[in-house]
């Protein structure tokens, strides 16, 4: 079975540093997609990135960037020099191959991230 | 309007009550979902509809009943709800299929209060 699992609930920092989001994942299948999502207080959530397990390749896009090993079944994500609309709830979430039909997303529980000024 | 656009935003009902939401999608996607997203448990997929079809049903029961009459819209039929229900409803779409997994991309999402 899929699981995805964030263990810090919540975490703190003070705007300019650099933060790290864990997420731990296990599933079966040799081909899948990891995701991460940003849940501001509007409640959407807002897609950052999608990964499949192919491409190892870590990925930056401005002050966010992820790290992906397939050895630990980790998916991190940074936040450089962070900001306080950065402060949100992000998800890490897992699918399996579905070729044919409409994915199906595990989801984490969650990161709370809180930047104080 | 663009994305996808939930209503109402916030709902209080009664247990006897009958109400509905509404998702609507404007991405010529072809697969909605909703999901439920509770104070202590993780978002939880419960119904998933591709091509207007309905593929999934996570054994959610039945006093939710969902309605996807075209690939633009999505509705959950609420009725005889308890207060455990209170939760965030959010709906997504995504295009399948895609040769590789498609994106889901989220609504508002409807804040529901039971009393």
């Known amino acids: 079975a899929q699981k995805v699992t964030q263990a810090q609930t919540e975490i703190s920092v003070v705007e300019k540093e650099d933060v790290t989001l864990d997420c731990v994942y296990e599933t079966r299948d040799t081909t899948y997609y990891l995701f991460w999502y940003k849940q501001p207080p509007s409640g959407e959530l807002v897609f950052l990135i999608r990964r499949n397990s192919f491409d190892e390749q870590n990925e930056i896009s401005g002050r966010y960037s992820w790290n992906f090993q397939k050895s630990t079944s980790s998916f991190n994500f940074t936040i450089t020099a962070s900001q306080v609309v950065d402060s949100a709830v992000y998800f890490c979430?897992?699918?399996?191959?579905?070729?044919?039909?409409?994915?199906?997303?595990?989801f984490g529980q969650g990161t709370r991230l809180t930047i104080n000024p | 309007e663009t994305g996808v656009t939930q209503t109402p935003r916030h709902l209080v009902m009664g247990m006897t009550n009958k109400k509905s939401l509404k998702c609507e999608q404007h991405?010529?996607?072809?697969?909605m979902y909703w999901y439920k997203q509770s104070a202590k448990k993780p978002l939880e997929l419960m119904f998933v509809y591709s091509l207007e079809e309905r593929v999934e049903n996570n054994s959610v029961p039945s006093r939710f009943s969902p309605e996807c009459p075209n690939s633009s819209h999505l509705f959950l039929h609420l009725h005889t709800l308890q207060p455990e229900d209170s939760a965030l409803y959010l709906c997504a779409s995504s295009q399948v299929p895609s040769g590789s997994t498609d994106t889901q991309y989220f609504g508002p999402g409807t804040r529901l209060t039971v009393l």
């Open positions: 979430a897992l699918s399996e191959a579905e070729p044919q039909g409409a994915q199906k997303l595990v």
């Open positions: 991405l010529g996607h072809n697969a």
